[in-house]
Nanobody, 115 residues
Framework: QVQLVESGGGLVQPGGSLRLSCAAS????????MGWYRQAPGKQRELVAS???????IYSDSVKGRFTISRDNAKNTVYLQMNSLKPEDTAVYSC?????????WGQGTQVTVSS
């Protein structure tokens, strides 16, 4: 089993920044891909960004140029730096990871962008 623990959500004004962190612990025997999904009220969950074990990244078109995903393999931690936040970025952000073919999810952290 793998546990994912997120931190860093909160309330921020439009144009502001937040940094999310997600630490993985447990039965991690190989490097896996990790990333972030988000779900806004009344909308489907969508991929925000992901990063492979070698550092390759994928971003949603809606966050390209504003968000940056990174990881620290020694700490099994993934980060999401979110800049130039917009009200439409408001959602519950969930950490995701895959190890040995199994998907794991964090509990989610609320990000609210509002003045």
């Amino acid at each position: 089993q793998v546990q994912l623990v997120e931190s860093g959500g909160g309330l921020v004004q439009p144009g502001g920044s937040l940094r999310l962190s997600c630490a993985a612990s447990g039965s991690i025997f190989s490097k896996g891909s990790m990333g972030w999904y988000r779900q806004a009220p009344g909308k489907q969950r969508e991929l925000v960004a992901s990063i492979g074990s070698g550092g390759s990244t994928i971003y949603s078109d809606s966050v390209k140029g504003r968000f940056t995903i990174s990881r620290d393999n020694a700490k099994n931690t993934v980060y999401l730096q979110m800049n130039s936040l917009k009200p439409e970025d408001t959602a519950v952000y969930s950490c995701w990871g895959i190890w040995s073919g199994r998907n794991y999810w964090g509990q989610g952290t609320q990000v609210t962008v509002s003045s």
